[in-house]
C-alpha cells in the first residue's frame, strides 16, 4: 500500500498571501496524483488530477506541480473561501487508492 | 450534470451489517466507476471499494472480508454492504464517481451520510 504523507499539518496564512501544501508518496505514483478541498460538512471537491490540471470550474490561482514522489499544491492569492482541509490521493497503485492525512489551512 | 446521493436506514448495532444506497441522477451508470469512500469523525478519508458498471468490483484489502458491492443499472444505484461492523465503522460514508484506466480520481461526490454504530 502507498502511504501518502501532507505536510504541514495545519497551515495559517493571512488572506491575499500565497500557501503551499506538499504531498509525499511513499513510493513513485507518477503523475497519478489528485487534490481535493473539504470545508466542514461538505463532500470533498476535486480541485487537480494528474498532478497538475485544474478540474472544470476550479480557479486558476489553484495550482499543483510534482511527480513521482513529491507533490505540491500552490494557491496563489488565498481568498477567505479557500481556508479548509486539503487532501491529495494517489491512484497509480490500487487497492487501496491511498489518501494524505490532510493539511488544514486556517487564517492568520 | 451528474449528482450522487448517499441513503440509508440510519444507526447499527455493532456485528451487524450496513446497508447503503447510492443513487446516480443526470448521467447514466453505464461506463464508469463507482466508489465508495468513507471518513470517520475528524479523520481522514478511506477508500473502501469500487464496482465498474457491468458489476466487475475491487475492495481495499483491509476490508475486502467485510464488503460487497453492488449495482443496479436499471435503477441507476449502486450498494454497500459492510458487515460484523464494530465502532470503528462509525464514518461519514460518501460515494463517488470515478473514471477508470488511470483516471481515478474521484468527481462528483455524494453529500455523504454519517452512520454510527451503537448499542
Known amino acids: 500500500e502507498i502511504v501518502m504523507t501532507q505536510s504541514p499539518a495545519t497551515l495559517s496564512v493571512s488572506p491575499g498571501e500565497r500557501a503551499t501544501l506538499s504531498c509525499r508518496a511513499s513510493?513513485?505514483?507518477?503523475?497519478?496524483l489528485a487534490w481535493y478541498q473539504q470545508k466542514p460538512g461538505q463532500a470533498p471537491r476535486l480541485l487537480i488530477y494528474g498532478a497538475s490540471a485544474r478540474a472544470t470550474g476550479i480557479p486558476a490561482r489553484f495550482s499543483g506541480s510534482g511527480s513521482g514522489t513529491e507533490f505540491t499544491l500552490t494557491i496563489s492569492s488565498l481568498q477567505s473561501e479557500d481556508f479548509a482541509v486539503y487532501y491529495c490521493q494517489q491512484y497509480n497503485n490500487w487497492p487501496p487508492y491511498t489518501f494524505g492525512q490532510g493539511t488544514k489551512l486556517e487564517i492568520k | 450534470q451528474v449528482q450522487l446521493q448517499e441513503s440509508g436506514p440510519g444507526p447499527v448495532k455493532p456485528s451487524e451489517t450496513l446497508s447503503l444506497t447510492c443513487t446516480v441522477s443526470g448521467g447514466s451508470i453505464r461506463n464508469y466507476y463507482w466508489n465508495w469512500i468513507r471518513q470517520p469523525p475528524g479523520k481522514a478519508l478511506e477508500w473502501i471499494g469500487y464496482i465498474y458498471s457491468s458489476g466487475s468490483t475491487t475492495y481495499s484489502p483491509s476490508l475486502k472480508s467485510r464488503v460487497t458491492i453492488s449495482v443496479d443499472t436499471s435503477k441507476n444505484q449502486f450498494y454497500l454492504r459492510l458487515s460484523s461492523v464494530t465502532a470503528a465503522d462509525t464514518a461519514v460514508y460518501f460515494c463517488?464517481?470515478?473514471?477508470?484506466?488511470?483516471?481515478?480520481?474521484?468527481?462528483?461526490w455524494g453529500q455523504g451520510t454519517l452512520v454510527t454504530v451503537s448499542s
Open positions: 513510493q513513485s505514483v507518477r503523475g497519478n
Open positions: 463517488a464517481k470515478s473514471y477508470g484506466d488511470y483516471s481515478d480520481w474521484f468527481a462528483p
